[in-house]
């Protein structure tokens, strides 16, 4: 016998009142000769959880249990132990896990922010070895939620375990263009390309313009910032991109004072330096003149660490 969805109907019947279990003796939670902060579990809590360890204990592999277990996960869907159990349990008796997917489909749009609740989808996913229903879902649960990282994960999974990425650029795109601080769209765009194309030139040079627009749209966005330095990177490093330096220079005169915008700037001068010594003061001086107005004006908060960084060019090039 299960609880109703409200956990609290008329016609519950505790089990320790319940015939059929006579023959266990339920646990009760023990907390401990001292403890701090005394949880108030409500009666019925304490009735189900007291009869879910004792058939832990006993390993009971039952279809009461799965009931129980049911029951639990009503209560506390977030309970690792009794989810674990529930998957030794249906692997036990047999169950039909498309049954069981249903199941959480429905627990899933009540709680999408649980990690249990997904966790346990991808392991049914993965036992049924049928991912029809997991983009759509997933869809389904982004539009409702565009930044639920628990959703975008078991959809990362899904799209390495079953090789499903080839559309997955477009559907980031979608994201971004409605909200372009969405950094899990952002981080799924990246592995979209490193499991279809790769950084290709033309796909790096199409990526750049793309994201150098989004960040003139909003360049204290550090998602689009990270983006970008990231396929930089992955396409060979800042300094094969040196080009974009000056880019962000004209956005720094016209009065953008993103520290984003002027970290990055360090950087191009820093990697302009490491590769091209000739231009080694002009460059130094530069990174060094930028180190000081993050520190003392664009980014405060994190004045020790620019002025390391300030230190370091000085010591480094011998500008000092």
Known sequence: MSSSESGED?????YKDREEWNDISPIPQDDGPHSVVSIAYSPKFQDVYGYVRAVLKANELSSRALGLVTDAITLNAANYTVWNYRRVLLKALNKDLHEELNYITSIIRKQPKNYQVWYHRGIIVQWLNDASKELSFTSEMLHRDS???HCWQHRQLILNCFKLWTDEVDFTTNFIVQD???NSAWNQRYYAYINTTGFTDSVVENEV???V????KAPNNESTWNYLTGILNAAGGLYKFLALQDEFEIMLKEGCDSPYLLSMLVDFY????EHNPSTGKQNGLRAVELCTKLAEDVDII???YWNY???TIESHHLLS
Do not use: A, G, H, P
């Open 10 to 14: 008329e016609d519950w019947v505790f």
């Open 147 to 149: 930044k639920n990282y």
């Open 180 to 182: 372009c601080r969405n």
């Open 209 to 211: 313009s793309f994201t």
């Open 213 to 216: 627009e989004w960040i003139k």
């Open 270 to 273: 820093e990697v302009s330096l």
């Open 302 to 304: 994190r004045k020790e």
């Open 309 to 311: 960084i300030k230190r």
